[in-house]
Protein backbone atom coordinates (compact mmCIF):
# COMPACT_ATOMS: atom_id res chain seq x y z
CA UNK A 1 0.00 0.00 0.00
CA UNK A 2 3.09 2.49 0.93
CA UNK A 3 4.86 1.51 -2.11
CA UNK A 4 1.23 2.06 -3.94
CA UNK A 5 0.92 5.56 -2.78
CA UNK A 6 4.22 6.61 -3.38
CA UNK A 7 4.61 5.45 -6.87
CA UNK A 8 1.59 8.03 -7.43
CA UNK A 9 2.77 10.55 -5.46
CA UNK A 10 6.20 10.28 -8.26
CA UNK A 11 3.92 10.36 -10.80
CA UNK A 12 1.50 13.64 -9.56
CA UNK A 13 5.29 15.26 -8.48
CA UNK A 14 6.48 14.78 -11.99
CA UNK A 15 3.33 16.43 -13.18
CA UNK A 16 2.36 13.24 -15.35
CA UNK A 17 -0.58 12.47 -13.52
CA UNK A 18 -3.00 14.97 -12.03
CA UNK A 19 -4.87 14.81 -8.69
CA UNK A 20 -8.55 15.95 -8.78
CA UNK A 21 -9.01 14.77 -5.36
CA UNK A 22 -10.94 11.31 -6.66
CA UNK A 23 -8.76 8.20 -6.16
CA UNK A 24 -8.53 6.73 -9.79
CA UNK A 25 -9.99 9.28 -11.50
CA UNK A 26 -6.67 11.82 -12.90
CA UNK A 27 -5.52 14.09 -15.19
CA UNK A 28 -3.10 13.45 -17.82
CA UNK A 29 -0.34 15.90 -19.14
CA UNK A 30 1.08 16.29 -22.72
CA UNK A 31 4.28 13.74 -21.69
CA UNK A 32 1.57 10.99 -20.69
CA UNK A 33 -0.81 11.62 -23.38
CA UNK A 34 2.65 11.42 -26.03
CA UNK A 35 3.27 8.10 -24.74
CA UNK A 36 0.12 6.84 -25.01
CA UNK A 37 -0.46 8.17 -28.42
CA UNK A 38 3.01 6.42 -29.47
CA UNK A 39 1.56 2.74 -27.60
CA UNK A 40 -1.16 3.17 -29.76
CA UNK A 41 0.46 3.71 -32.60
CA UNK A 42 2.54 0.56 -31.86
CA UNK A 43 -0.36 -1.20 -31.02
CA UNK A 44 -1.42 -0.94 -34.53
CA UNK A 45 1.61 -1.22 -36.63
CA UNK A 46 2.04 -4.91 -34.61
CA UNK A 47 -1.64 -5.64 -35.67
CA UNK A 48 -1.46 -3.80 -38.97
CA UNK A 49 -1.31 -7.24 -41.84
CA UNK A 50 -5.05 -8.25 -40.53
CA UNK A 51 -6.96 -5.32 -41.68
CA UNK A 52 -9.26 -4.78 -38.86
CA UNK A 53 -12.06 -2.29 -39.24
CA UNK A 54 -11.40 0.04 -36.79
CA UNK A 55 -14.84 1.40 -34.87
CA UNK A 56 -14.52 3.90 -32.02
CA UNK A 57 -17.67 4.17 -29.91
CA UNK A 58 -17.72 7.39 -27.13
CA UNK A 59 -17.07 6.38 -23.13
CA UNK A 60 -21.09 5.30 -23.15
CA UNK A 61 -23.34 3.25 -24.39
CA UNK A 62 -26.77 2.13 -24.66
CA UNK A 63 -28.28 1.04 -21.36
CA UNK A 64 -30.57 -1.53 -23.28
CA UNK A 65 -27.63 -3.22 -24.43
CA UNK A 66 -26.14 -3.11 -21.27
CA UNK A 67 -28.50 -4.96 -19.73
CA UNK A 68 -28.92 -7.48 -22.04
CA UNK A 69 -25.15 -7.76 -22.23
CA UNK A 70 -24.91 -10.11 -18.63
CA UNK A 71 -22.61 -7.36 -17.18
CA UNK A 72 -24.91 -6.33 -14.22
CA UNK A 73 -24.61 -10.48 -13.58
CA UNK A 74 -21.38 -10.58 -12.97
CA UNK A 75 -19.98 -7.41 -12.36
CA UNK A 76 -22.96 -5.28 -10.87
CA UNK A 77 -20.09 -3.50 -8.32
CA UNK A 78 -17.88 -2.29 -11.35
CA UNK A 79 -21.25 -0.59 -13.33
CA UNK A 80 -21.49 3.16 -13.91
CA UNK A 81 -25.47 4.54 -14.83
CA UNK A 82 -25.54 7.90 -15.91
CA UNK A 83 -28.70 9.43 -14.27
CA UNK A 84 -30.41 13.03 -14.93
CA UNK A 85 -32.17 15.67 -13.86
CA UNK A 86 -35.91 15.93 -15.56
CA UNK A 87 -37.73 18.37 -13.42
CA UNK A 88 -39.21 21.75 -13.62
CA UNK A 89 -38.34 24.92 -12.31
CA UNK A 90 -39.93 23.92 -8.76
CA UNK A 91 -37.69 20.80 -9.04
CA UNK A 92 -34.77 22.74 -10.14
CA UNK A 93 -35.81 24.96 -6.71
CA UNK A 94 -35.37 21.96 -4.67
CA UNK A 95 -32.59 20.52 -6.31
CA UNK A 96 -30.55 23.68 -5.19
CA UNK A 97 -32.10 23.63 -1.83
CA UNK A 98 -30.46 20.55 -0.76
CA UNK A 99 -27.10 20.97 -2.64
CA UNK A 100 -26.64 24.98 -0.16
CA UNK A 101 -27.96 22.26 2.28
CA UNK A 102 -24.96 20.11 1.48
CA UNK A 103 -28.04 17.80 1.50
CA UNK A 104 -28.17 14.59 -0.86
CA UNK A 105 -29.40 15.63 -4.14
CA UNK A 106 -29.67 12.55 -5.87
CA UNK A 107 -32.95 12.00 -5.24
CA UNK A 108 -33.96 14.74 -7.94
CA UNK A 109 -31.58 12.07 -10.78
CA UNK A 110 -33.35 9.96 -12.86
CA UNK A 111 -31.64 6.89 -14.14
CA UNK A 112 -30.78 7.68 -18.30
CA UNK A 113 -30.39 5.60 -21.23
CA UNK A 114 -27.05 6.09 -21.58
CA UNK A 115 -24.32 3.79 -19.29
CA UNK A 116 -20.52 4.09 -19.37
CA UNK A 117 -19.09 1.74 -20.76
CA UNK A 118 -17.16 -1.01 -18.71
CA UNK A 119 -15.10 -2.43 -21.43
CA UNK A 120 -14.14 -0.86 -25.32
CA UNK A 121 -16.01 -3.90 -27.31
CA UNK A 122 -19.10 -4.08 -24.94
CA UNK A 123 -21.04 -1.50 -27.34
CA UNK A 124 -19.88 -3.69 -30.52
CA UNK A 125 -21.61 -6.88 -30.38
CA UNK A 126 -25.12 -5.55 -30.83
CA UNK A 127 -23.97 -3.32 -33.84
CA UNK A 128 -22.07 -6.47 -35.25
CA UNK A 129 -24.97 -8.92 -34.88
CA UNK A 130 -27.67 -6.07 -36.52
CA UNK A 131 -25.23 -6.52 -39.94
CA UNK A 132 -26.73 -9.94 -40.45
CA UNK A 133 -24.72 -13.12 -40.34
CA UNK A 134 -20.59 -13.00 -40.39
CA UNK A 135 -18.99 -12.95 -44.08
CA UNK A 136 -16.85 -16.25 -44.65
CA UNK A 137 -13.48 -15.90 -42.52
CA UNK A 138 -15.72 -13.60 -40.01
CA UNK A 139 -14.79 -10.32 -38.86
CA UNK A 140 -12.07 -8.43 -37.17
CA UNK A 141 -12.45 -5.05 -35.44
CA UNK A 142 -10.39 -2.28 -33.43
CA UNK A 143 -12.05 -0.58 -30.92
CA UNK A 144 -10.45 2.47 -28.02
CA UNK A 145 -12.52 4.25 -25.79
CA UNK A 146 -12.39 5.29 -22.10
CA UNK A 147 -14.07 2.78 -19.60
CA UNK A 148 -15.23 3.25 -16.66
CA UNK A 149 -15.22 0.99 -13.15
CA UNK A 150 -16.14 1.43 -9.59
CA UNK A 151 -13.00 0.81 -8.06
CA UNK A 152 -11.98 3.56 -5.92
CA UNK A 153 -7.70 2.96 -5.09
CA UNK A 154 -4.68 4.61 -4.62
CA UNK A 155 -2.73 2.28 -6.98
CA UNK A 156 -2.30 4.31 -9.99
CA UNK A 157 -2.91 1.34 -12.01
CA UNK A 158 -5.88 0.77 -10.93
CA UNK A 159 -8.07 3.64 -12.61
CA UNK A 160 -11.95 4.84 -12.70
CA UNK A 161 -11.71 5.95 -16.09
CA UNK A 162 -9.26 4.62 -18.38
CA UNK A 163 -8.47 4.17 -21.87
CA UNK A 164 -8.83 0.01 -23.90
CA UNK A 165 -7.50 -0.64 -27.25
CA UNK A 166 -9.24 -4.31 -28.08
CA UNK A 167 -8.94 -6.17 -31.14
CA UNK A 168 -12.29 -8.31 -31.47
CA UNK A 169 -12.70 -11.43 -33.57
CA UNK A 170 -15.56 -12.59 -34.38
CA UNK A 171 -16.01 -16.16 -36.08
CA UNK A 172 -15.70 -19.89 -35.61
CA UNK A 173 -14.44 -21.31 -32.82
CA UNK A 174 -10.93 -22.46 -34.40
CA UNK A 175 -10.87 -18.50 -35.83
CA UNK A 176 -11.11 -17.44 -32.42
CA UNK A 177 -8.83 -19.56 -30.95
CA UNK A 178 -6.23 -19.25 -33.61
CA UNK A 179 -6.73 -14.89 -33.23
CA UNK A 180 -6.23 -15.52 -29.30
CA UNK A 181 -2.71 -17.82 -30.11
CA UNK A 182 -1.09 -14.81 -32.37
CA UNK A 183 -1.89 -12.59 -30.11
CA UNK A 184 -0.22 -14.28 -27.49
CA UNK A 185 2.96 -14.74 -29.18
CA UNK A 186 2.32 -10.78 -30.64
CA UNK A 187 2.00 -9.08 -27.14
CA UNK A 188 4.79 -10.92 -25.41
CA UNK A 189 7.14 -9.28 -28.32
CA UNK A 190 5.44 -5.82 -27.74
CA UNK A 191 5.95 -5.91 -24.27
CA UNK A 192 9.36 -7.22 -25.44
CA UNK A 193 10.39 -4.51 -27.60
CA UNK A 194 9.19 -1.96 -24.79
CA UNK A 195 12.25 -3.50 -22.32
CA UNK A 196 9.55 -4.23 -19.92
CA UNK A 197 9.27 -7.16 -17.40
CA UNK A 198 6.69 -9.33 -18.16
CA UNK A 199 5.00 -12.53 -17.34
CA UNK A 200 2.03 -14.12 -19.05
CA UNK A 201 -0.84 -16.34 -16.97
CA UNK A 202 -4.24 -17.75 -16.83
CA UNK A 203 -6.55 -15.26 -14.97
CA UNK A 204 -10.49 -14.49 -14.05
CA UNK A 205 -12.13 -11.91 -14.34
CA UNK A 206 -13.56 -9.78 -10.62
CA UNK A 207 -17.10 -11.68 -10.61
CA UNK A 208 -19.21 -10.52 -7.82
CA UNK A 209 -19.91 -12.24 -4.43
CA UNK A 210 -20.27 -15.48 -3.69
CA UNK A 211 -21.34 -17.29 -7.30
CA UNK A 212 -19.07 -15.26 -8.80
CA UNK A 213 -16.07 -17.24 -6.63
CA UNK A 214 -17.53 -20.10 -8.41
CA UNK A 215 -17.55 -18.80 -12.03
CA UNK A 216 -14.30 -17.32 -11.72
CA UNK A 217 -13.14 -21.05 -10.90
CA UNK A 218 -14.43 -21.85 -13.56
CA UNK A 219 -12.96 -19.52 -16.23
CA UNK A 220 -10.06 -20.61 -14.94
CA UNK A 221 -10.57 -23.97 -15.31
CA UNK A 222 -11.44 -23.60 -19.22
CA UNK A 223 -8.59 -21.38 -19.61
CA UNK A 224 -10.43 -18.91 -21.20
CA UNK A 225 -8.54 -15.58 -19.17
CA UNK A 226 -4.99 -15.03 -20.14
CA UNK A 227 -3.05 -12.12 -19.09
CA UNK A 228 0.23 -10.64 -19.61
CA UNK A 229 1.07 -9.14 -16.28
CA UNK A 230 3.79 -6.49 -15.88
CA UNK A 231 4.93 -5.14 -12.16
CA UNK A 232 4.09 -1.77 -11.97
CA UNK A 233 2.72 -0.61 -7.98
CA UNK A 234 4.68 -3.80 -6.65
CA UNK A 235 6.95 -6.51 -7.79
CA UNK A 236 5.27 -9.33 -5.90
CA UNK A 237 1.94 -8.84 -7.29
CA UNK A 238 2.03 -7.31 -10.75
CA UNK A 239 -0.36 -5.99 -12.81
CA UNK A 240 -2.98 -7.24 -15.87
CA UNK A 241 -1.65 -5.05 -18.94
CA UNK A 242 -3.21 -7.45 -21.54
CA UNK A 243 -5.72 -9.55 -21.52
CA UNK A 244 -6.18 -12.50 -24.17
CA UNK A 245 -10.13 -13.69 -23.70
CA UNK A 246 -12.03 -16.23 -25.18
CA UNK A 247 -15.72 -15.76 -24.55
CA UNK A 248 -16.62 -19.12 -26.05
CA UNK A 249 -20.35 -18.38 -27.71
CA UNK A 250 -21.35 -16.07 -25.10
CA UNK A 251 -21.90 -13.29 -27.21
CA UNK A 252 -22.70 -14.57 -29.74
CA UNK A 253 -25.79 -16.48 -28.60
CA UNK A 254 -26.40 -12.58 -26.13
CA UNK A 255 -26.80 -11.13 -29.17
CA UNK A 256 -27.61 -13.81 -32.55
CA UNK A 257 -24.35 -13.48 -33.62
CA UNK A 258 -23.86 -16.54 -36.02
CA UNK A 259 -21.53 -17.13 -38.51
CA UNK A 260 -22.18 -17.81 -42.33
CA UNK A 261 -22.97 -21.72 -42.21
CA UNK A 262 -25.68 -20.36 -39.24
CA UNK A 263 -23.73 -21.73 -36.50
CA UNK A 264 -23.78 -19.83 -33.04
CA UNK A 265 -20.05 -17.17 -33.44
CA UNK A 266 -17.29 -17.55 -31.19
CA UNK A 267 -15.81 -14.35 -30.19
CA UNK A 268 -12.46 -13.69 -28.68
CA UNK A 269 -10.49 -10.23 -27.88
CA UNK A 270 -6.62 -8.94 -26.76
CA UNK A 271 -7.14 -5.91 -24.46
CA UNK A 272 -4.49 -3.14 -23.89
CA UNK A 273 -4.78 -1.50 -20.97
CA UNK A 274 -2.85 2.18 -21.83
CA UNK A 275 -2.86 3.82 -19.11
CA UNK A 276 -1.48 0.33 -17.68
CA UNK A 277 1.44 -0.18 -20.12
CA UNK A 278 2.02 4.14 -19.86
CA UNK A 279 2.60 3.68 -16.45
CA UNK A 280 4.93 0.41 -16.53
CA UNK A 281 7.14 2.54 -18.49
CA UNK A 282 7.41 5.17 -16.30
CA UNK A 283 8.06 2.91 -13.93
CA UNK A 284 10.56 0.97 -15.22
CA UNK A 285 12.77 3.66 -17.09
CA UNK A 286 11.79 6.48 -15.40
CA UNK A 287 9.25 9.50 -14.94
CA UNK A 288 11.43 11.34 -17.75
CA UNK A 289 11.16 10.50 -21.34
CA UNK A 290 14.02 12.29 -22.76
CA UNK A 291 16.47 9.67 -20.25
CA UNK A 292 14.70 6.19 -21.25
CA UNK A 293 16.84 4.02 -23.73
CA UNK A 294 17.86 5.09 -27.18
CA UNK A 295 16.74 1.57 -28.39
CA UNK A 296 13.14 2.33 -26.52
CA UNK A 297 13.07 5.80 -27.98
CA UNK A 298 13.28 4.73 -31.28
CA UNK A 299 10.62 2.23 -30.73
CA UNK A 300 8.42 4.58 -29.40
CA UNK A 301 9.14 7.64 -31.80
CA UNK A 302 10.91 6.52 -34.63
CA UNK B 1 -36.60 18.15 -38.83
CA UNK B 2 -36.80 15.90 -42.05
CA UNK B 3 -33.59 17.25 -42.95
CA UNK B 4 -31.85 16.20 -39.77
CA UNK B 5 -33.10 12.89 -39.82
CA UNK B 6 -31.88 12.98 -43.35
CA UNK B 7 -28.85 14.18 -42.81
CA UNK B 8 -28.05 11.49 -39.76
CA UNK B 9 -28.83 8.61 -42.32
CA UNK B 10 -26.44 9.42 -44.75
CA UNK B 11 -24.06 9.55 -42.01
CA UNK B 12 -25.57 5.84 -41.16
CA UNK B 13 -25.94 5.30 -44.61
CA UNK B 14 -22.37 5.95 -45.03
CA UNK B 15 -20.99 4.13 -42.18
CA UNK B 16 -19.57 7.45 -41.00
CA UNK B 17 -21.48 7.01 -38.17
CA UNK B 18 -22.95 4.30 -36.35
CA UNK B 19 -26.40 3.98 -35.20
CA UNK B 20 -26.56 2.44 -30.98
CA UNK B 21 -30.10 3.11 -30.60
CA UNK B 22 -29.47 6.13 -28.45
CA UNK B 23 -30.48 9.17 -30.30
CA UNK B 24 -27.25 11.45 -29.86
CA UNK B 25 -25.15 8.11 -29.37
CA UNK B 26 -22.69 7.13 -32.06
CA UNK B 27 -20.21 4.92 -33.06
CA UNK B 28 -17.58 6.54 -35.29
CA UNK B 29 -15.73 4.85 -38.64
CA UNK B 30 -12.25 4.77 -39.00
CA UNK B 31 -13.10 7.74 -41.99
CA UNK B 32 -14.56 9.72 -39.20
CA UNK B 33 -12.00 9.62 -36.41
CA UNK B 34 -9.00 10.07 -39.27
CA UNK B 35 -10.74 13.59 -40.02
CA UNK B 36 -11.10 14.32 -35.92
CA UNK B 37 -7.91 13.78 -36.12
CA UNK B 38 -6.48 15.74 -38.73
CA UNK B 39 -8.87 18.79 -37.80
CA UNK B 40 -7.12 18.38 -34.28
CA UNK B 41 -3.77 18.55 -35.57
CA UNK B 42 -4.70 21.81 -37.55
CA UNK B 43 -6.39 23.18 -34.25
CA UNK B 44 -2.50 22.62 -32.99
CA UNK B 45 -0.65 24.47 -35.41
CA UNK B 46 -3.00 27.42 -35.50
CA UNK B 47 -2.12 27.84 -31.83
CA UNK B 48 1.61 26.44 -31.69
CA UNK B 49 2.67 29.55 -30.95
CA UNK B 50 0.84 30.39 -28.03
CA UNK B 51 3.08 27.62 -26.09
CA UNK B 52 -0.13 26.53 -24.41
CA UNK B 53 0.33 23.73 -21.29
CA UNK B 54 -1.36 19.96 -22.72
CA UNK B 55 -3.57 18.46 -20.16
CA UNK B 56 -6.20 15.67 -20.82
CA UNK B 57 -9.12 14.75 -18.42
CA UNK B 58 -10.99 11.46 -18.40
CA UNK B 59 -14.67 11.99 -19.38
CA UNK B 60 -15.46 12.73 -15.55
CA UNK B 61 -14.69 14.70 -12.98
CA UNK B 62 -15.12 15.15 -9.09
CA UNK B 63 -18.33 15.57 -8.33
CA UNK B 64 -17.83 18.10 -5.26
CA UNK B 65 -15.96 20.14 -7.91
CA UNK B 66 -19.05 20.15 -9.84
CA UNK B 67 -21.75 21.08 -7.56
CA UNK B 68 -19.23 24.07 -6.25
CA UNK B 69 -18.86 25.36 -10.09
CA UNK B 70 -22.37 26.84 -10.26
CA UNK B 71 -23.40 23.86 -13.37
CA UNK B 72 -26.40 23.14 -11.54
CA UNK B 73 -27.61 26.42 -11.12
CA UNK B 74 -27.46 27.27 -15.10
CA UNK B 75 -27.54 23.84 -16.45
CA UNK B 76 -28.99 21.14 -14.65
CA UNK B 77 -31.02 19.32 -17.71
CA UNK B 78 -27.54 18.91 -18.76
CA UNK B 79 -25.81 17.18 -16.58
CA UNK B 80 -24.79 13.55 -16.06
CA UNK B 81 -24.11 11.86 -12.53
CA UNK B 82 -22.73 8.18 -12.18
CA UNK B 83 -24.76 5.88 -9.78
CA UNK B 84 -22.84 2.53 -8.68
CA UNK B 85 -23.98 0.05 -6.76
CA UNK B 86 -23.44 -0.50 -3.48
CA UNK B 87 -24.64 -3.64 -2.42
CA UNK B 88 -23.65 -7.06 -1.37
CA UNK B 89 -25.35 -10.80 -1.97
CA UNK B 90 -28.72 -10.12 -1.70
CA UNK B 91 -28.96 -6.58 -2.94
CA UNK B 92 -27.71 -8.16 -6.17
CA UNK B 93 -30.40 -10.70 -5.95
CA UNK B 94 -32.60 -7.71 -5.90
CA UNK B 95 -31.52 -5.75 -8.83
CA UNK B 96 -31.20 -9.42 -11.01
CA UNK B 97 -34.86 -9.55 -10.00
CA UNK B 98 -35.94 -5.67 -11.03
CA UNK B 99 -33.99 -6.60 -14.13
CA UNK B 100 -35.77 -9.91 -15.39
CA UNK B 101 -38.93 -8.44 -14.56
CA UNK B 102 -38.24 -5.36 -16.65
CA UNK B 103 -38.82 -3.48 -13.46
CA UNK B 104 -37.04 -0.16 -12.66
CA UNK B 105 -33.55 -1.34 -11.05
CA UNK B 106 -32.40 2.37 -10.51
CA UNK B 107 -33.41 2.39 -7.27
CA UNK B 108 -30.17 0.35 -5.94
CA UNK B 109 -27.81 2.76 -7.87
CA UNK B 110 -26.16 5.51 -5.31
CA UNK B 111 -24.11 8.65 -6.58
CA UNK B 112 -20.70 8.32 -7.11
CA UNK B 113 -17.72 11.15 -6.73
CA UNK B 114 -17.90 11.21 -10.37
CA UNK B 115 -20.06 13.52 -12.98
CA UNK B 116 -19.40 13.24 -16.57
CA UNK B 117 -17.75 15.94 -17.45
CA UNK B 118 -19.88 19.06 -19.07
CA UNK B 119 -17.38 21.16 -20.60
CA UNK B 120 -13.36 20.80 -21.02
CA UNK B 121 -12.17 23.27 -19.01
CA UNK B 122 -14.33 22.29 -16.12
CA UNK B 123 -11.78 20.10 -14.05
CA UNK B 124 -9.19 22.58 -15.04
CA UNK B 125 -10.22 25.42 -12.94
CA UNK B 126 -10.24 23.35 -9.38
CA UNK B 127 -6.46 22.38 -10.37
CA UNK B 128 -4.90 25.85 -11.54
CA UNK B 129 -6.40 27.53 -8.60
CA UNK B 130 -4.51 24.62 -6.28
CA UNK B 131 -1.18 25.37 -7.58
CA UNK B 132 -1.65 29.18 -6.48
CA UNK B 133 -1.47 32.29 -7.57
CA UNK B 134 -1.01 32.81 -11.69
CA UNK B 135 2.55 33.73 -12.66
CA UNK B 136 2.57 37.18 -14.40
CA UNK B 137 1.05 37.38 -17.73
CA UNK B 138 -1.16 34.57 -16.54
CA UNK B 139 -1.21 30.58 -17.83
CA UNK B 140 -2.80 29.18 -21.21
CA UNK B 141 -3.94 25.62 -20.84
CA UNK B 142 -4.85 23.34 -24.19
CA UNK B 143 -7.67 20.46 -23.64
CA UNK B 144 -9.33 17.88 -24.81
CA UNK B 145 -12.14 15.88 -23.71
CA UNK B 146 -15.47 13.60 -24.52
CA UNK B 147 -18.13 15.74 -22.92
CA UNK B 148 -21.62 14.15 -21.70
CA UNK B 149 -24.62 16.44 -22.37
CA UNK B 150 -28.35 14.97 -22.01
CA UNK B 151 -30.00 16.62 -24.68
CA UNK B 152 -31.32 13.16 -26.92
CA UNK B 153 -32.18 15.17 -30.14
CA UNK B 154 -32.40 13.81 -34.15
CA UNK B 155 -30.01 15.87 -34.96
CA UNK B 156 -26.50 14.37 -35.63
CA UNK B 157 -24.52 17.85 -34.38
CA UNK B 158 -26.25 17.56 -31.40
CA UNK B 159 -24.73 14.66 -29.43
CA UNK B 160 -24.93 13.61 -25.83
CA UNK B 161 -21.40 12.13 -25.87
CA UNK B 162 -18.76 14.44 -28.13
CA UNK B 163 -15.31 15.88 -27.82
CA UNK B 164 -14.46 19.24 -27.08
CA UNK B 165 -11.40 20.67 -27.95
CA UNK B 166 -10.58 24.21 -25.31
CA UNK B 167 -7.57 26.38 -25.23
CA UNK B 168 -8.23 28.54 -21.81
CA UNK B 169 -6.61 31.85 -20.68
CA UNK B 170 -6.48 32.70 -17.24
CA UNK B 171 -5.45 36.34 -15.96
CA UNK B 172 -6.13 40.01 -16.19
CA UNK B 173 -9.45 40.88 -18.12
CA UNK B 174 -7.33 42.89 -21.18
CA UNK B 175 -5.10 39.06 -21.09
CA UNK B 176 -7.83 37.26 -21.96
CA UNK B 177 -9.63 39.39 -23.87
CA UNK B 178 -6.91 39.95 -26.08
CA UNK B 179 -6.99 36.22 -26.07
CA UNK B 180 -10.21 35.93 -27.58
CA UNK B 181 -10.30 38.55 -29.79
CA UNK B 182 -7.05 36.43 -31.24
CA UNK B 183 -8.94 33.46 -31.35
CA UNK B 184 -12.03 35.00 -32.86
CA UNK B 185 -9.92 36.20 -35.97
CA UNK B 186 -8.06 32.67 -36.15
CA UNK B 187 -11.17 30.85 -35.53
CA UNK B 188 -12.67 32.55 -39.02
CA UNK B 189 -9.19 31.82 -40.86
CA UNK B 190 -9.56 28.25 -39.13
CA UNK B 191 -12.75 27.43 -40.91
CA UNK B 192 -11.98 29.39 -43.85
CA UNK B 193 -9.26 27.13 -44.87
CA UNK B 194 -11.48 24.12 -44.37
CA UNK B 195 -13.62 26.00 -47.06
CA UNK B 196 -16.78 25.96 -45.41
CA UNK B 197 -19.08 28.62 -45.42
CA UNK B 198 -19.64 30.34 -41.75
CA UNK B 199 -20.99 33.23 -40.06
CA UNK B 200 -20.14 34.47 -36.10
CA UNK B 201 -22.12 35.86 -33.85
CA UNK B 202 -22.88 36.94 -30.22
CA UNK B 203 -24.85 34.02 -28.51
CA UNK B 204 -25.78 32.97 -25.57
CA UNK B 205 -25.83 29.35 -23.21
CA UNK B 206 -28.71 27.45 -22.96
CA UNK B 207 -29.52 28.53 -19.27
CA UNK B 208 -32.36 26.58 -17.55
CA UNK B 209 -35.68 27.51 -16.98
CA UNK B 210 -37.97 31.01 -16.33
CA UNK B 211 -34.51 32.47 -14.57
CA UNK B 212 -32.57 31.12 -17.38
CA UNK B 213 -34.07 33.33 -19.29
CA UNK B 214 -32.67 36.55 -18.16
CA UNK B 215 -29.34 35.16 -18.03
CA UNK B 216 -29.63 34.48 -21.40
CA UNK B 217 -30.15 38.13 -22.42
CA UNK B 218 -28.17 39.24 -20.12
CA UNK B 219 -25.35 37.31 -21.04
CA UNK B 220 -26.13 38.61 -24.73
CA UNK B 221 -26.26 42.15 -23.43
CA UNK B 222 -22.82 41.79 -22.03
CA UNK B 223 -21.30 39.99 -25.35
CA UNK B 224 -19.60 37.22 -23.18
CA UNK B 225 -20.26 34.88 -26.06
CA UNK B 226 -19.76 34.47 -29.83
CA UNK B 227 -20.00 31.62 -31.62
CA UNK B 228 -18.79 30.41 -35.25
CA UNK B 229 -21.64 29.24 -36.46
CA UNK B 230 -21.65 26.64 -40.02
CA UNK B 231 -24.75 25.03 -41.32
CA UNK B 232 -24.60 21.42 -40.98
CA UNK B 233 -28.29 20.55 -40.25
CA UNK B 234 -30.32 23.22 -41.98
CA UNK B 235 -29.31 26.43 -43.63
CA UNK B 236 -31.89 28.59 -41.84
CA UNK B 237 -30.57 27.55 -38.39
CA UNK B 238 -26.51 27.12 -38.23
CA UNK B 239 -25.02 24.70 -36.00
CA UNK B 240 -22.30 26.05 -33.46
CA UNK B 241 -18.57 24.47 -34.00
CA UNK B 242 -16.47 27.16 -32.26
CA UNK B 243 -17.64 29.20 -29.60
CA UNK B 244 -15.61 32.43 -27.97
CA UNK B 245 -16.27 32.94 -24.02
CA UNK B 246 -15.33 35.77 -21.80
CA UNK B 247 -16.42 34.58 -18.12
CA UNK B 248 -15.86 37.37 -16.65
CA UNK B 249 -14.19 36.71 -12.96
CA UNK B 250 -16.54 33.76 -12.18
CA UNK B 251 -14.56 30.92 -12.43
CA UNK B 252 -11.92 33.38 -10.47
CA UNK B 253 -14.10 33.73 -7.60
CA UNK B 254 -15.69 30.84 -7.19
CA UNK B 255 -12.07 28.75 -7.10
CA UNK B 256 -10.06 31.73 -5.40
CA UNK B 257 -7.91 32.40 -8.24
CA UNK B 258 -6.05 34.96 -8.47
CA UNK B 259 -3.56 36.59 -11.00
CA UNK B 260 0.48 37.87 -9.62
CA UNK B 261 -0.93 40.86 -8.26
CA UNK B 262 -3.32 39.30 -5.88
CA UNK B 263 -6.36 40.25 -8.15
CA UNK B 264 -9.21 37.61 -8.40
CA UNK B 265 -8.29 36.24 -12.28
CA UNK B 266 -10.79 36.08 -15.08
CA UNK B 267 -11.04 33.81 -17.93
CA UNK B 268 -11.55 33.09 -21.78
CA UNK B 269 -11.87 30.30 -23.71
CA UNK B 270 -12.24 28.66 -27.24
CA UNK B 271 -13.95 26.20 -27.73
CA UNK B 272 -13.96 23.61 -30.64
CA UNK B 273 -16.86 21.14 -31.17
CA UNK B 274 -14.80 18.40 -32.46
CA UNK B 275 -17.99 16.56 -34.10
CA UNK B 276 -19.70 19.23 -35.18
CA UNK B 277 -16.69 20.43 -37.19
CA UNK B 278 -16.07 17.12 -38.95
CA UNK B 279 -19.76 16.93 -39.60
CA UNK B 280 -19.32 20.02 -41.18
CA UNK B 281 -17.12 18.83 -43.61
CA UNK B 282 -18.96 15.57 -44.37
CA UNK B 283 -21.68 17.88 -45.03
CA UNK B 284 -20.33 20.49 -47.41
CA UNK B 285 -17.56 18.58 -48.87
CA UNK B 286 -19.46 15.01 -49.15
CA UNK B 287 -19.36 11.50 -47.15
CA UNK B 288 -15.96 10.31 -49.42
CA UNK B 289 -13.18 12.17 -48.48
CA UNK B 290 -11.40 10.82 -51.05
CA UNK B 291 -13.34 13.57 -53.49
CA UNK B 292 -12.87 16.27 -51.30
CA UNK B 293 -11.07 19.39 -52.97
CA UNK B 294 -7.55 18.76 -53.58
CA UNK B 295 -6.90 22.39 -51.89
CA UNK B 296 -8.84 20.99 -48.76
CA UNK B 297 -7.21 17.42 -48.64
CA UNK B 298 -3.32 19.27 -48.40
CA UNK B 299 -4.71 21.54 -45.32
CA UNK B 300 -5.67 18.27 -43.41
CA UNK B 301 -3.56 15.72 -44.51
CA UNK B 302 -0.49 17.58 -46.04
Known amino acids: MDAQ ?4 DQLFDAGLLIDTGVPGLYGRSGAFED ?9 TSFGRQDGAEVVRFPPGMNRAHFERSGYLKSFPQLAGTVHCFCG ?13 EGKDWSARQEMSDVVLTPAACYPLYPMAAKRGALPANGRLFDLLSYCFRHEPSQDPARMQMFRMREYVRMGTRDEVLAFREAWLQRGRELIGVLELPFEVDVANDPFFGRAG ?17 VPVNSAVKPTACLSFNYHQDHFGQTWGLTTASGETAHTACVGFGMERVALALFRHHGVDVEAWPRSLRRVLWG
Open 35 to 43: VIDRFDALI
Open 88 to 100: DDAGHADLLQCLS
Open 213 to 229: RMMASSQRDQGLKFELL
Open 5 to 8: VSFL
